[in-house]
């Protein structure tokens, strides 16, 4: 059984700043891609940023040049620094891994249960 650990949500407030990290445990064959998304209760999950297994980063504008996405593949782990929050950055975290599990590689997106960041004005 795999399972997504999240962690390092909380509350800051405007300009501080937050560093969420998601490992992926359990027996995994092969990652393509791991990000963050977030949501808003009665909005849309959109994506914040994600990072390919060869380092390709990609990331909503609303956050581009305060966020940072890495990856530690030895530790398969994926990191979100966040500086510069802001009000609206304000939403549930979800990890996300994209790849196959197990000795039957079973090939699916992952998700973690979310971890909350707030950012208070």
């Known amino acids: 059984q795999v399972q997504l650990v999240e962690s390092g949500g909380g509350s800051v407030q405007t300009g501080g700043s937050l560093s969420l990290s998601c490992a992926a445990t359990g027996s995994w064959f092969s990652i393509n891609a791991m990000g963050w998304f977030r949501q808003v209760p009665g909005m849309q999950r959109e994506l914040v940023a994600a990072?390919?297994?060869?380092?390709?980063?990609t990331y909503a504008d609303t956050v581009k040049g305060r966020f940072t996405i890495s990856r530690d593949n030895a530790k398969i782990t994926v990191l979100l620094q966040m500086n510069s929050l802001k009000p609206e950055d304000t939403a549930v975290y979800y990890c996300?891994?994209?790849?196959?599990?197990?000795?039957?590689?079973?090939?699916?997106?992952?998700w973690g249960q979310g971890t909350q960041v707030t950012v208070s004005s």
């Open positions: 996300n891994v994209r790849g196959c599990t197990g000795s039957y590689h079973y090939c699916n997106d992952y």
């Open positions: 990072i390919s297994s060869d380092g390709i980063t």
